[in-house]
């Protein structure tokens, strides 16, 4: 949520930070709603003041007697207070916090100009892309290997689902698991199981509503989480918390759910975009000062990840038009896939600034100031994009899969298949 101070301060420089990100000017139309809103205001506390000044005159004109001006008095009352309703200053209020709410972060300086994920920049890359020959997509591995069951899951519950079975699940399991005790352990996050329902209030808090509510599931009063994200940043909703001398860290391995709404057609072979995965989340909640800094840990506390895993990845800084709507800053890492001969996402890690803080009244207390909190957040990583990637990096010319050496005190084992 943007502070319309800040527009008013400089409504240039506010509309051409959002051109950055392809959007028209918005400042008037959002300096016309926050004018009628303070008219409002103002007309409903001039209105609340002459009555207090009224209401003495009437006590006035009353104790001597004198009904007729008491009663012309009333009516004086009675009109400003009308007038003051009709202005309606909550419905004005509620009108500009709503533009607000669809309007996107601005970016940082740093972040590259471009309409797409064509104009993303590589910042730096670990290992180079392997090449194995007859190399095969993780699909084609796992069915031959029948521990990948795509038409079962179809059949229970449409398309974008899968079965795992065997030593896929338990795979699947372990990286989870084990994603989970390195950011515990060595990286010093705090792990949370949090709810997998949400109410709205926490989704408009992280940004997801109004804008993109047909990307989520919902149930009832409640929405499941299409990320970790919202149940973890939301821990400091509507509090003011002592200052942060350290970032709060936190982490979770969760169910994820989405409609993936804007998909239809993209990806449609295998696990790589499911109505349902697993998913190993970071967030931090740091002073403003601190969030550059924690920005470039969390997403080297996912990079670890990778490397530990023996895959080829990239660090990639998303372009204005490609970085997502709470965020000022957000570096993608993208694994290499050899059966697909492609860089695909495994990691994404934000610094959404106090864009996320000002939605959800988050703020910590520095002397006697109030100030909106930093929140940052990161995959870390997507579980079964891991799975995949390990999959094709390790495959073997026979079909089984090599199993990582940290995973295998979790597996038992050092190959599947």
């Known amino acids: 949520m943007h502070d319309i101070k800040t527009v008013r301060t400089d409504p240039a420089g506010f509309d051409a930070a959002l051109a950055r990100r392809g959007l028209p000017p918005q400042s008037v139309a959002l300096l016309a709603l926050d004018e009628a809103r303070r008219a409002a205001i103002a007309l409903g506390e001039g209105a609340q003041a002459r009555r207090n000044a009224l209401s003495r005159e009437i006590g006035a004109a009353m104790k001597r007697g004198d009904t007729a001006e008491a009663e012309r008095l009333k009516a004086e009352v009675a009109a400003a207070m009308a007038e003051a309703a009709a202005a309606d200053p909550a419905a004005r209020e509620a009108a500009l916090s709503e533009a607000l709410a669809v309007l996107p972060n601005t970016l940082d300086p740093e972040v590259p100009d471009g309409a797409d994920e064509s104009a993303n920049v590589v910042l730096h890359q670990h290992g180079e892309p392997a090449e194995i020959t007859d190399a095969k997509q993780h699909f084609e591995l796992g069915e031959a290997l029948g521990l990948m069951d795509f038409a079962t899951a179809a059949r229970l519950s449409g398309s974008r689902f899968v079965v795992l079975k065997g030593a896929l699940a338990r795979l699947e399991r372990a990286l989870g698991q084990w994603m989970l005790g390195v950011h515990v352990d060595r990286h010093g996050y705090t792990e949370v199981n949090p709810p997998l329902l949400v109410q709205a209030p926490a989704l408009y808090g992280t940004g997801q509503l109004p804008k993109f509510e047909e990307d989520l599931f919902r149930a009832g009063d ?7 994200e919202v149940p973890l ?39 790589l975009r499911q109505h349902q995965f697993p998913k190993v989340e970071m967030v931090s909640i740091t002073r403003p000062e601190d969030s550059a800094a924690e920005h470039e840990r969390m997403t ?10 023996g895959l080829t990845w990239r660090r990639i800084i998303l372009c204005a038009g490609d970085t997502g709507f709470s965020a000022a800053r957000t570096h993608d890492l993208e694994v290499w896939l050899p059966g697909q001969r492609a860089w695909r996402e495994i990691s994404s890690c934000s610094n959404c600034r106090d864009f996320q803080a000002r939605r959800m009244k988050a703020r910590f207390k520095r002397g006697k100031e109030n100030l909106f909190l930093h929140t940052l957040n990161g995959s870390g990583v997507a579980v079964g994009r891991a799975l995949i990637a390990v999959m094709e990096t390790h495959q073997q010319a026979d079909g089984s899969i090599r199993v990582p050496e940290v995973l295998r005190p979790w597996m038992g084992t050092d190959r599947i298949g």
Do not use: K, W
């Not at 409640?222 to 970790?228: G, K, Q, R």
């Open 222 to 228: 409640h929405y499941l989480i299409p990320t970790a």
């Open 233 to 271: 940043t939301n821990l400091v909703a509507d509090q003011i918390i002592p200052e942060p001398e350290q970032p709060l860290r936190y982490t979770a391995l969760t169910p994820c759910f989405r409609s993936e709404a804007g998909s239809a057609g993209r990806d449609t072979r295998g696990m």
């Open 300 to 309: 080297r506390c996912a990079e670890a990840i990778l490397t530990e895993l």
